[in-house]
């Protein structure tokens, strides 16, 4: 099983403020995606990264492959309240299989 | 109805109880599949389909018995279930296509179980 650690596990800021949320394994993706879940909710997909070293942006948030294709981060500018949800990220490797990682859970205080 | 739905969204049963828990995607997807999300453990695969034929049983327990009578409907059975059991139950579709492709997997919204 490969393991995806995500930091922090949770995190608590103020509206406004900037964040990064890191995720981080020992195994090589062939790619990874960023999910966000909401409470009473399942995950929605917010981004899938193909190549090492790869930057997409969505609005506020910027997401980051690693170039060894090992690491991700998430960095979510001017946080808003309806940024709050848990972040999980999910690594595919040869197979179809995700594994998810461990999820960092925020809450943007308005 | 559309996306993925599941029911019921909550179940509360005791450990000699048999349950279903159901799952029906409107996507039109070819793969399906049951994870198990814990307090303080990542998402867990539990079982996928792929075609409505069963391609992974990540070591679940037989007190699980999947059963996915077309494409569009997945059903995770339930009996003699143990406290440690309790957790949301998730559903998933996606439409896969070549192996190593990266395919967006759609996610119901859950059956939080309660075992007693």
């Given at each position: 099983t490969q393991l995806l650690e995500q930091s922090p596990q949770f995190l608590s800021i103020q509206e406004g403020e900037n964040l990064t949320v890191y995720c981080n394994s020992s195994s090589v993706f062939s790619s990874l995606q960023w999910y966000r879940q909401e409470p009473g909710e399942g995950p929605v997909l917010l981004v899938t990264v193909v190549t090492g070293g790869e930057v997409k942006k969505l609005k506020r948030l910027t997401f980051q492959f690693g170039d060894a294709r090992k690491d991700s981060s998430l960095h979510i500018t001017a946080a808003q309240p309806g940024d709050t949800g848990?972040?999980?990220c999910a690594g595919k490797t040869g197979a179809n299989n995700l594994f998810f990682g461990t999820g960092t859970r925020l809450t943007v205080i308005p | 109805e559309t996306g993925v739905t599941?029911?019921?969204?909550?179940?509360?049963?005791?450990?000699?109880n048999k349950k279903s828990l159901k799952c029906e995607q409107h996507l039109g997807h070819n793969a399906m599949?049951?994870?198990?999300?814990?307090?303080?453990?990542?998402?867990?695969?539990?079982?996928v389909y792929n075609f409505k034929e069963q391609t992974e049983n990540n070591s679940v327990p037989s007190r699980f018995s999947p059963e996915c009578p077309n494409s569009s409907h997945l059903f995770l059975h339930l009996h003699t279930l143990q406290p440690e059991d309790s957790a949301l139950y998730l559903c998933a579709s996606s439409q896969e296509g070549v192996r190593g492709g990266v395919e967006t997997q759609y996610f119901g919204p859950g059956t939080r179980l309660l075992v007693l």
């Open positions: 848990l972040y999980l | 599941q029911t019921p969204r909550h179940l509360v049963m005791g450990m000699t599949y049951w994870y198990k999300q814990s307090a303080k453990k990542p998402l867990e695969l539990m079982f």
